[in-house]
């Protein structure tokens, strides 16, 4: 892609609705811009609109309403879909989609049929599984791989043609929670030294927490935006959106003896909350 904006993906008032009788908004005039090389969650309960976002950047679905950009490139003009999400954006889901009858280099190779010769599509496949940390793995096939090494395999798939954006949908939830870490720990170690814009759609706080920026949405739109902090700036806000923390910054609640703390305690802490709210808005 080769446009001029600053920004990566550009939305406005982007809608999708659903039915023609009962009509379902999974998106809600969506409008936000998210930088090039930036690292960014969505997050939201189930039918929130996180994956409809996710795939209408990635040109897997059409807005019913509403404009988006990808490097200034409006994407209603774009007549060939397959020859801009092949060059452009790289997917990974939580299910690792890989072919169980080839190797992981010959799964690497696939997205880059038709560019250049066999040697260069092995070569490249070669470097992109020894840069996920499986240069020794690069022969197994899928049945052979434990599930973070196939997640991975789906990482250095979705990079085989040095796409600016990649998108990650739920990429760690089908992962225990130390190779969940791990493959996120890959993600923000690639989003750092390749240069890559990558948007991860997720459930889980762990996993957000090492992005750089996080869209909570609900009922089909945005309805926050909190830039990720230190860790004690992250536990605090997640605490202030918990029952206890609303009822104590919102509702005023008295809740010296449910905290077992003074008066004058419970005043600090409601004001550190109200501080991390705002910081993370």
Known sequence: MTGQSQWLIETRDLTRI????????????????IGKGELVAVMGPSGSGKSTLLNIIGALDRPTEGTILIDGQDMSSLRDLDRFRS??????????????????????????TGAGGPRERSERAKELLALVGLG????????????????????????ANNPPLVLADEPTGNLDTVAGQELMGLIRDLHRSQGTTFVVVTHDHAVARQTERVLVMQDGKIVR??????????????????????????????????????????TTLRQVLERADVAGD
């Open 87 to 112: 060059q452009s954006v790289g997917f990974v889901f939580q299910l690792h989609n890989l072919l169980p009858t080839l190797t992981a280099r010959e799964n690497v190779e696939v997205p880059m």
């Open 225 to 266: 935006q909190d830039v990720i902090g230190s860790p004690l700036e992250e536990d605090l806000k997640l605490w202030r959106h918990t029952g206890l923390g609303r009822r104590l910054v919102e509702k005023k609640e008295d809740l010296t003896d449910k905290l077992g703390l003074s008066r004058g305690e419970v």
């Open 18 to 33: 659903y039915g023609d009788g009962e009509q379902i908004h999974a998106l809600d005039h969506v409008t936000l811009h």
């Open 136 to 159: 020794d793995r690069m022969n197994h096939l899928p049945n052979q791989l434990s599930g973070g090494q196939r997640q991975r395999v789906a990482i250095a798939r979705a990079l």
